[in-house]
């Protein structure tokens, strides 16, 4: 069996503005299509994180449901619970992560008045 792959507080950077449960999503997310996650890590269980993270174990339950959702994350029944084997999944997190992160640079281009091809072009450019 894999070796559990622990949370610390300091795995997670946490905005007290938005939703606890919306932030593991996508910080662990980002683990996945990052590679830090590799396919059939197993993660804590649900009580487990909740201790380590001291949050409420309904906050992790949400999140680890949604990354089910998301076919991030498997569980089965007395085994605990494993990051995908499904590649197709992972790829797809990927491209899905790099859309938002492109929106993101539209938006700072256009919130400065240029275009995404004249911030890239600067962002090319020696100081």
């Known amino acids: 069996m894999p ?21 593991f999503v996508e910080q662990i997310r980002a683990m996945i299509a990052r590679g830090e996650l ?12 909740a201790a380590s993270l001291r949050v409420n174990p309904t906050t992790v339950m949400k999140a680890y449901q949604e990354l089910e959702r ?11 619970t ?11 997190t990927r491209r899905q992560l790099a859309k ?13 008045g240029i275009t ?3 911030l890239w072009e600067l962002s090319r450019e020696k100081e």
């Not at 997670?12 to 449960?21: E, K, N, T, V």
């Not at 938002?100 to 400065?112: G, K, Q, Y």
């Open 3 to 23: 070796p559990i792959r622990g949370w610390t507080a300091q795995d997670f950077q946490i905005d007290p503005s938005r939703p606890l449960y919306e932030q």
């Open 100 to 112: 938002e992160a492109v929106r993101r640079l539209e938006e700072t281009a256009r919130s400065i």
């Open 38 to 49: 590799e396919p059939g890590t197993r993660l804590p269980s649900v009580r487990e994180t």
């Open 116 to 118: 995404l091809e004249e």
């Open 70 to 80: 998301l076919e991030l994350i498997v569980t089965f029944r007395g085994q605990g």
């Open 82 to 92: 494993f990051v995908t084997q499904a590649e197709e999944a992972i790829r797809l």
